[in-house]
């Protein structure tokens, strides 16, 4: 486990979200290098295939193309992204070698129906990749509001630390809350 040094004055991370629209073959992801004093300091971009399996390897790209080494953590919004294209957690994290943490806001009784709804012929490897991400935590942050949390490279008290210190109101912490924004004007600039 490599923990999160929150004492560590400059930390900073790269969130990455993502936007689509429904008739899109590939979504946009944006990712936004924040320290911890809300200070943007780096942007990316990325895609992933609508319904593929390509959104883990897409944002390795991303951290990769910034190539820097200040970064401390990445914080994904949601490892379902892409209708069903599923972030592999482990691979992430043993391939940037830092701690990861996918962030939700919503309570779910689990996507395994919805997956073999959607892939008749070819769910079996979807909902193996999806039981691979393990079960979500629900934390309150400081805000008062709950969110859910899965982690690979630092425990849920580390975590919920990072959150509240990088959320300002609600429940969405502040670096995915811009790469979700840029996420969003990154795909209405391209028809």
């Not at 073959?25 to 593929?52: C, H, P, Q």
Request: glycine share 6%.
């Amino acid at each position: 486990m490599n923990h999160l040094r929150l004492e560590k004055k400059g930390l900073r991370g790269l969130a990455i979200a993502e936007s689509f629209r429904e008739t899109d073959l590939k979504s946009k992801l944006a990712g936004v290098v924040m320290r911890r004093d809300f200070v943007i300091d780096g942007f990316v971009f990325g895609n992933a295939t609508i319904e593929g399996d390509d959104a883990t390897d897409a944002m390795i790209s991303m951290y990769e193309k910034l190539d820097r080494n200040d970064i401390s953590f990445i914080l994904v919004s949601g490892l379902i992204i892409s209708m069903y294209n599923i972030v592999d957690m482990m691979k992430l994290w043993k391939k940037i070698k830092m701690p990861i943490i996918g962030v939700t806001y919503g309570e779910s009784d689990g996507m395994e129906e919805a997956i073999r709804h959607h892939f008749p012929d070819s769910y079996e490897s979807k909902i193996k990749q999806y039981r691979n991400l393990g079960t979500r935590t629900k934390i309150s942050l400081h805000t008062k509001h709950d969110i859910y949390l899965r982690v690979e490279g630092c425990d849920i008290r580390e975590a919920k630390k990072l959150l509240d210190t990088f959320t300002l109101q609600g429940a969405v912490p502040e670096p995915l809350r811009v790469a979700q924004i840029l996420a969003k004007a990154e795909l209405d600039l391209k028809p």
